[in-house]
């Protein structure tokens, strides 16, 4: 059987593919298993879950989202996607931190690779995990807390640490966002500016084509009680109407903009979940870069801007604080996130990522594990300062070596 991820530039040859229908059945099939991967919403375009073992899909595990308002803490299984999450939790008075650029992405999924939205003062959405409930390699089924020794290497883990069956995730107060969009930001502006610009709302974007030395927009989603956006905004001016990342896009896609007040979850997000935010013809890349690097990184970037143009559709700049979590890019440090949606020709794309990663070589850029990258081995163990632990925890609880995969073993000595 052949499967695809999301994009198409996957494809997944399994021994054995199963679309599991409970907790007990995971743990039946990965007890007889000598390898096993997890597939879960395909939005990832590295290799991260492929398998010539067996693939499981949690999709079909029963859908439960858990609310309790006594401890502001939400418990959700693995089929679940923030689009189920958010609305349940909106409705019960409280808030994720954060939310990435889609809803329709599965809530395990986002977490095992550290994705992450934006704001310099909002961790990865892996740092909102309080407890993990994963499936061993002996099919047992246990449940790792906050504060546990193995708890921050077991978060953020690439699927290495078992298979994870649900997550509780903490909350907060419910709040309203509105979301202001600016035509044309200069690139020297974001430059000279950069940490004004990027802390000037609860959480910003950049979008630029590279095409020039302009940004095409830049997203600022404030609190709602935050003064009012001003109409001209260094250089850039207020956009007259709604805007879609890419331009030429459907804007129907995205979510409300023009300063209206709406909840959380109907703003952070850069799509609506009611709508498919791509048809998929993409592949992307993405690198996290100590926050003080960024705005030379963006400087660099622009040098290679003829070298990258032609195979890009967008590329966009968001900032993301620090976490703990040990396979976190955003480990130890608040970091400037570089992310590139190319064409989906890899004719093109595979020297756009060379050229890029030349310019971003002496920069401290983490590349993001769901996405494609061609920094070396040796490169990529240098940037992880917890990795040898990483390593440690996984040969302790799977020496078998069951979940591992072909992707994890470029990187990881496992």
């Not at 007889?32 to 939005?43: N, Q």
């Not at 309790?68 to 808030?95: N, Y």
């Not at 790792?144 to 290497?153: I, K």
């Not at 109407?241 to 995205?254: D, K, L, Q, S, Y």
Request: proline share 6%.
């Amino acid at each position: 059987m052949k499967l695809t991820n999301w994009a198409g530039n996957v494809v997944f040859t399994p021994e054995r593919f199963v679309r599991a229908q409970s907790v007990e059945q995971v743990q039946e099939l990965v007890a007889e298993a000598p390898r096993v991967r997890v597939l879960g919403s395909g939005h990832s375009f590295s290799t991260v879950a492929a398998t010539d073992g067996l693939l499981l899909s949690l999709e079909d595990l029963p859908l439960e989202v858990d609310v309790d308002t006594a401890t502001s803490t939400a418990r959700v299984t693995a089929s679940a996607r923030f689009a189920h999450v958010m609305p349940a939790l909106h409705a019960a008075g409280l808030a994720l931190h954060n939310t990435g650029s889609l809803p329709h992405i599965s809530v395990a999924g986002a977490s095992a690779t550290g994705t992450h939205g934006s704001g310099t003062q909002n961790p990865c959405l892996a740092a909102g995990v309080t407890a993990i409930e994963l499936i061993g390699p002996d099919g047992e089924l246990r449940t790792l807390t906050a504060g546990e020794a193995d708890f921050h290497g077991s978060v953020v883990a690439m699927g290495l640490a078992g298979v994870v069956t649900a997550l509780t995730l903490r909350a907060q107060p419910t709040f309203d966002v509105r979301q202001y969009v600016y035509d044309g930001l200069p690139l020297d502006a974001l430059i000279e500016n950069f940490d004004e610009i990027m802390n000037s709302a609860y959480s910003v974007s950049a979008f630029t084509h590279w095409r020039g030395p302009v940004f095409e927009t830049l997203w600022r989603k404030q609190l709602a009680d935050a003064p009012a956006g001003p109409a001209t905004y260094f250089g850039a001016t207020l956009a007259d109407g709604a805007r879609h990342p890419i331009a030429g896009m459907p804007t129907e896609n995205a979510t409300q903009q023009l300063g209206v007040p709406g909840p959380w979850h109907e703003r952070l997000p850069h799509f609506r979940f009611e709508f498919t935010p791509s048809n998929g013809d993409e592949v992307q890349s993405e690198y996290l870069l100590p926050i003080e690097q960024g705005p030379q990184a963006l400087a660099a970037v622009h040098r290679v801007a003829d070298q990258i143009a032609d195979a890009l559709q967008v590329s966009e700049i968001r900032t993301i604080a620090a976490d703990d979590l040990w396979l976190s890019p955003g480990y130890g440090r608040t970091s400037v996130a570089l992310h590139f949606t190319w064409v989906d020709d890899l004719s093109r794309v595979t020297p756009a990522i060379a050229a890029l990663e030349g310019a971003l070589a002496e920069f401290d850029a983490r590349p993001h594990w769901g996405k494609l990258f061609g920094i070396g081995r040796d490169r990529v163990r240098s940037l992880y300062p917890r990795l040898a632990d990483f390593e440690e925890l996984v040969h302790r609880t799977d020496p078998q070596g069951t979940f591992t995969n072909a992707f994890t073993a470029q990187y990881l000595e496992l």
